[in-house]
């Protein structure tokens, strides 16, 4: 092959790969799981988001504070190479947001989930309606720590998902400090970084009238979709949908 047709073809996969990847792309996306679950509840999203060419991170915050699922967070984003879109369910969504103005963090995608402002709390919005007749979360016991109702699991936690795989959440759910979801922000990402939100509308965790407050509140995209607290695991395509289109806005300075 002559230099002057090796330089041309050298440049044609330079152009293709701009085109591909264009300056400021985000591509990068880490997925924060909220209370009485873990990480793995987000393996269907996390199939189709790295399908599609997007580096995921999933964190596994220890639900023991709000201090300490933060700095979780944070080792995740300090190990990240370019822009992040950070999503969080449920009590996640308080995480995201304490840990969100990390710069490299350029968005936020809330899922069924808590988005408070500096000086409020998850438990704050969580109590500032009656909860649903299926809601199963417990108070917390001697040690502080709040499990959900085994009995109400399904009903009022992981609705659309098969009675085997909510047996099984429910054994092996993770407790959730009290003071994680008592505990204040004490600075709120969504003030200065666009939002994107699912509300399921058939959630019985978390209202879904208050996560409409809360994303009127901070002007967040939202999505409705038919659906219970655990979307993300029941309508993975749906909510891998959402935050493509927020990384695919993002990318395009919108």
């Known amino acids: 092959m002559n230099r002057s047709r090796f330089a041309a073809l050298a440049l044609n996969a330079l152009l293709s790969s701009a085109l591909a990847a264009p300056a400021g792309a985000v591509k990068n ?22 399908a599609d060419g997007y ?27 370019g822009p992040v879109i950070l999503v969080g369910h449920s009590y996640g969504g308080a995480v995201i947001t304490q840990a969100g103005v990390d710069p490299k963090v350029v968005g936020l995608v809330y899922i069924a989930a808590f988005q408070p402002d500096v000086g409020e709390s998850a438990l704050q919005w969580a109590v500032s309606e009656p909860p649903a007749p299926e809601n199963g ?13 085994v009995a109400k699991f399904h ?54 009238s208050i996560q409409r407050k809360m994303y009127a509140r901070s002007k967040t995209d939202v999505t409705e979709l038919p659906g219970g607290h655990t979307i993300y695991i029941a309508q993975p395509q749906a909510v891998a949908d959402v935050i493509e289109r927020a990384a695919q806005q993002l990318s395009q300075g919108k």
């Open 137 to 149: 979360t417990l108070p917390p016991d001697a040690s502080g720590y709040s499990y959900y109702d």
């Open 29 to 50: 996306v880490v997925l924060v799981h909220g209370a009485y679950a873990d990480g793995s509840g987000w393996a269907g999203v996390y199939r189709i988001l790295s």
């Open 155 to 208: 009903v009022g936690f992981a609705t659309g998902l098969s009675d085997e795989q909510s047996a099984f959440m429910a054994a092996s759910q993770i407790p959730v400090a009290a003071k994680a979801l008592g505990t204040p922000l004490t600075q709120a990402a969504w003030n200065s970084k666009p939002s994107w939100g699912v509300v399921p509308m058939d959630d019985k965790s978390i209202n879904p």
């Open 55 to 81: 580096n995921v991170t999933v964190v596994q915050n220890p639900l023991t504070s709000l201090e300490d699922d933060a700095a979780a967070v944070d080792r995740a984003l300090a190990r990240q190479d």
